[in-house]
């Protein structure tokens, strides 16, 4: 009796191997050919396996993607979803493959059904969020690509310039941004770029508001788009919010007087209000670490050439009708001119001049030089350049630049006003 029992037993345990092994082989040889990747190999494998939504899923993009043929791909894309309406990518490949017969309702359906599964998923949300805007669906779209941009960073600038080339509503499109800066610094690019300067003074306010620090390499564009336009007083508000934002930044905060960085302890920024440099024929611009009359560094401009305007220049806020001292420490090497280097200050929009200090020539030890002047009556921003006038002739040797100085004050004794 125990002998029969185990027999039986024995036959069970073989059976059910059998019966697994079966499986297993049929599972294997399925797989096998679902890698081949063409339809009579995916077609046999669905023979094998035709409750897989995967392999069904496999043959719906085959047929999509490589033969172009919808109309093939529709019964396989849709098995796909009845055996696994879990899964967000099937429901999307239903969607493409309605799309291409031309099942527009059939489409919205698999989209929603596709955001249903995976609300916070970004490739979801970016193809409903097109799909939608398509149909004219706004609010529906730029929720979706609300979704998109904030879980995937890759997304704000193509979604930007698609819901601008649509919509152009520049509230709406700033109502879905991420609370991030660098998107937000994206669409005023955008804007600024297509002379929205209302929209992204609105969109840089509300960028400021986030709290967030900000990256300067990113931002400092609008502070230059601001001055471009004559308005000052918005850079000078805009230069303080990132500077007051950004850790990299911080450094260049203005001391004592108007002119940033004027030692030269910093990298040049060549934005803002920091110090710009432009190349020019005749002299060479650099940072001289083994030269200064305070801190550790100084310019140097070494000249070689002719030419007026050494290419460096600082722009700096002032007020009109106010009187200034600019005042600079400087030495010479060897500086052979017929007339040699000074620092002027013009008006920064009509390039007048409105003071200039004494010219340096020959070798020199580290001495002051400076100027006061007065600003016009609509005078708000100056610029402040190392320059020779006239330019024309010849000029070799160097020149040192340290603690260049800008501030509001009466006129010093032994100065010249002009």
């Not at 489409?107 to 599964?117: D, L, N, P, S, T």
């Not at 660098?182 to 209302?198: E, G, P």
């Not at 001289?288 to 305007?309: F, K, M, V």
């Amino acid at each position: 009796m125990a002998t029969a029992r185990r027999t039986i037993g024995l036959s069970a345990c073989i059976v059910l191997a059998a019966i697994y092994a079966w499986f297993a082989a049929r599972s294997f040889q399925a797989a096998r050919l679902a890698s081949s990747l063409d339809v009579p190999s995916l077609e046999r494998a669905l023979a094998l396996e035709p409750r897989d939504a995967a392999y069904q899923n496999l043959l719906c993009r085959y047929l999509l993607f490589d033969k172009q043929d919808a109309d093939a791909a529709l019964p396989r894309c849709t098995r796909a979803t009845e055996l696994n309406p879990y899964q967000s990518a099937y429901w999307l490949n239903l969607a493409l493959a309605y799309y291409s017969t031309g099942a527009q309702q059939q489409q919205e359906r698999a989209i929603r059904k596709a955001v249903a599964v995976d609300p916070m998923t970004p490739d979801v949300a970016w193809t409903a969020a097109n799909f939608l805007l398509a149909q004219g669906k706004t609010q529906e779209a730029l929720r979706e690509f609300s979704v998109a941009m904030r879980g995937d960073p890759n997304t704000v600038q193509p979604a930007i310039e698609l819901c601008w080339r649509t919509l152009h509503d520049p509230n709406a499109i700033q109502a879905a941004l991420p609370p991030d800066p660098a998107a937000y610094l994206k669409f005023v690019r955008l804007l600024t770029a297509n002379h929205q300067w209302d929209a992204a003074q609105q969109a840089w306010s509300a960028m400021m508001q986030l709290n967030q620090p900000v990256d300067y390499r990113y931002a400092l564009f609008y502070v230059d788009e601001l001055l471009q336009r004559h308005q000052a007083a918005r850079a000078k508000e805009a230069w303080e919010q990132v500077v007051s934002r950004s850790v990299g930044l911080s450094r260049y905060r203005r001391g004592d007087g108007l002119v940033v960085d004027g030692s030269f302890e910093q990298p040049i920024l060549n934005a803002g209000f920091d110090w710009h440099y432009s190349p020019q024929p005749g002299s060479v611009v650099s940072i001289e670490p083994d030269a200064a009359h305070t801190g550790n560094q100084s310019l140097l401009i070494a000249y070689n050439g002719t030419g007026g305007d050494a290419g460096i220049v600082q722009y700096v806020p002032v007020k009109p009708d106010t009187q200034y001292t600019l005042s600079a420490w400087v030495k010479s090497g060897h500086l052979d001119a017929a007339n040699g280097t000074a620092i002027s200050v013009s008006d920064a929009y009509d390039d007048k001049r409105l003071g200039k200090t004494p010219e340096t020539l020959d070798t020199t030890p580290w001495h002051r030089v400076d100027t006061v002047f007065r600003t016009g009556p609509q005078t708000d921003l100056v610029a402040v350049r190392i320059t020779r006038d006239p330019g024309e002739t010849h000029i070799n040797g160097r020149l040192w630049i340290d603690d260049i100085s800008l501030r509001q004050a009466p006129a010093l004794p032994g100065t010249q006003v002009h």
